[in-house]
């Protein structure tokens, strides 16, 4: 079995000893992911990634569960 992550990937590089910088960061993350939900961007922030420290353990219970037809 191959072990992936489905993530967001929305991120911004920032000083880390700039507070300032950082806090503003912060706001606009959280004002793009509302304006992803608000318009339906969200799904080009979705990205699957294989990881190799992933065990199947980690899996959420929900995924394992079959959909009833």
């Known amino acids: 079995m191959k072990l992936g992550r489905v993530c967001l990937d929305l991120n911004y590089i920032v000083d880390m000893d700039n507070q300032e910088m950082v806090e503003r960061a912060v706001e606009c993350?959280?004002?793009d992911l509302m304006q992803g939900v608000?318009?339906?961007n969200i799904t080009n922030w979705i990205d699957v990634l294989e990881?190799?420290?992933a065990k199947e353990d980690m899996i959420p219970e929900?995924?394992?569960e079959k959909e009833n037809d």
Request: no cysteine; hydrophobic share 35%.
């Open 51 to 53: 990881d190799k420290n």
């Open 29 to 31: 993350l959280y004002e």
């Open 38 to 40: 608000k318009y339906g």
């Open 62 to 64: 929900f995924l394992l």
